[in-house]
C-alpha cells in the first residue's frame, strides 16, 4: 500500500523521529532568567562536590629591617557535597491518540507515524518544561534567602548567606527607618548598600550590578519622589547587557542607573508558575495556585557571571548486562523508553536531578523595600 510502512520497522523509525522532533519543536515560554545567572553544570556522581576557600584583602604591614618576617598561612579548600534533587516522570504512550492509530493494524499511514511522534514530542517537551520550571524557583530561592525548600517532604538545603546580605530597610543599621514608600525615603542609599555588599563581602571586581525588583517594589520605586527625580538619568541600553540574561525569558529590563559611581541594572520580574497539589496519597496532581516566583516586596542584587551552578547528579540507569559505565548518559536531563508488553504499556521517562548552588554565596544581596 502507497504511503505506509510496516509496523515491524515502527519502533527504529518512531524513535528517530522522535528525537528529531524535540529537537525542532519551537519551545513555550519556559521562565529562565534567575536560572540565566546559575548555568548548567553535568555530573557523572550522584553527590557533586564543590571546593570553596575564603579569602580577605588584608595589606601588607611594614617591619623592622632584621626581623624573621611575617608568617602568612593559606586556607586550605573546604569541601561540600550535595545530594541533588530528582525529578523522574514519565507518560504512557498508548495513551495517546496517535498510538492507537498507528499500532491498530499491520500497515499504518506514515503521516499517522507523525501524528504520533509529534504528540510523544510535546509529552516530552510538558515534562522538560515542568523541571525548568522547578529550576527557576529553586534559583529565586536562593537568590530571596539562601535556602531551597523540597516540595516532596518540606527538607532544606541551606546554604548559610550571611545575616548582613538579608536585609529590610525599615530596620537595618544605619538604614533610613522607612520602606521605599515613605516620603522622603531615597531607593538610591539601598541599592548602593546593595553594590558595597556585593564589591566588599562578594569580592566583585566588575562595574556593573543587577538589581531584580518584585512587583510591589518596583511600584514603590516608580512612585517615590526621589526616583521621579531622576527617571530622565536611566539608560535604556540593551546591548550592555550580558547574553545569558538579555536572551532570557522572565524579567523585563528596565534601565541602568549610575548611583555615585555604582552601575546598577534594573529589572522587573514578575511572572507566576502553578504550586502543586497533591492527592490523598500524596502524589502530585495539577491545580494548584498561582505564586510569584519572586516575592513581591523584595529586591535581589547580584553581578555578572556571578559563579553560581545548578549541579546536576547522576542519574540511575539500568542498562543490559556487560554495558561499559561510559556508555551511560550524563547530562541535564535523560530520556529513556520502555515497553513492556506483557504489562500492555510503553512508557517515556524522563529524569533529571539539578540543585541550584551559589558557591560564591556572597554575591548576593537581598533587600525587603515594602511591606508586603
Not at 546554604?159 to 522622603?184: I, L
Request: proline share 5%; hydrophobic share 35%; aromatic share 12%.
Amino acid at each position: 500500500m502507497a504511503g505506509t510502512i510496516p509496523a515491524s520497522q515502527l519502533t527504529p523509525v518512531f524513535t528517530a523521529a522522535r528525537v528529531a522532533k524535540y529537537d525542532e519543536l519551537q519551545e513555550i515560554k519556559v521562565n529562565n532568567f534567575f536560572a540565566s545567572f546559575f548555568p548548567a553544570l553535568p555530573c557523572p556522581e550522584r553527590y557533586p562536590v564543590i571546593d570553596v576557600r575564603r579569602g580577605s584583602e588584608q595589606v601588607a604591614v611594614d617591619i623592622m629591617r632584621g626581623h624573621q618576617g611575617q608568617r602568612v598561612q593559606i586556607s586550605k579548600f573546604s569541601q561540600k557535597a550535595f545530594d541533588t534533587f530528582y525529578y523522574k516522570f514519565y507518560t504512557d504512550l498508548t495513551e495517546l491518540t496517535g498510538y492507537f492509530n498507528v499500532f491498530g493494524s499491520t500497515a499504518f499511514a506514515v503521516n499517522e507515524m507523525a501524528t504520533l511522534a509529534n504528540e510523544a514530542a510535546v509529552s516530552d517537551k510538558a515534562k522538560s518544561d515542568m523541571i525548568k520550571r522547578a529550576i527557576e524557583v529553586q534559583c529565586a530561592s536562593v537568590l530571596e534567602n539562601g535556602t531551597i525548600t523540597s516540595l516532596r517532604d518540606s527538607s532544606i538545603v541551606d546554604f548559610k548567606r550571611q545575616a548582613g546580605s538579608m536585609e529590610d530597610v525599615s530596620t537595618m543599621s544605619g538604614g533610613q527607618n522607612s520602606y521605599w514608600d515613605a516620603a522622603g525615603h531615597n531607593p538610591f542609599l539601598d541599592l548602593r548598600r546593595g553594590y558595597d555588599w556585593l564589591k566588599t563581602k562578594g569580592k566583585y571586581s566588575g562595574e556593573i550590578v543587577h538589581a531584580i525588583v518584585g512587583l510591589h517594589a518596583w511600584q514603590a520605586f516608580r512612585n517615590n519622589d526621589v526616583v521621579k527625580a531622576r527617571l530622565g538619568q536611566f539608560n535604556n541600553r540593551r546591548d550592555v547587557l550580558m547574553p545569558s540574561q538579555r536572551n532570557s525569558l522572565g524579567a523585563d529590563y528596565q534601565g541602568m542607573f549610575d548611583i555615585d559611581g555604582a552601575m546598577v541594572q534594573i529589572w522587573t520580574y514578575n511572572d507566576v508558575y502553578d504550586t502543586p497539589t497533591f492527592d490523598t496519597n500524596g502524589n502530585p496532581i495539577t491545580g494548584g495556585a498561582s505564586v510569584p516566583y519572586m516575592k513581591t516586596n523584595k529586591v535581589y542584587m547580584t553581578v555578572d557571571n556571578p559563579g553560581f551552578k545548578t549541579l546536576y547528579g547522576a542519574i540511575p540507569q539500568v542498562g543490559p548486562v556487560g554495558t561499559n559505565t561510559s556508555a551511560l548518559i550524563v547530562g541535564t536531563e535523560v530520556f529513556t523508553r520502555y515497553a513492556n508488553p506483557e504489562g500492555g504499556y510503553d512508557r517515556s521517562y524522563l529524569q533529571s536531578a539539578p540543585l541550584a548552588v551559589p558557591i560564591t554565596v556572597d554575591r548576593i544581596y537581598t533587600a525587603t523595600v515594602t511591606a508586603s
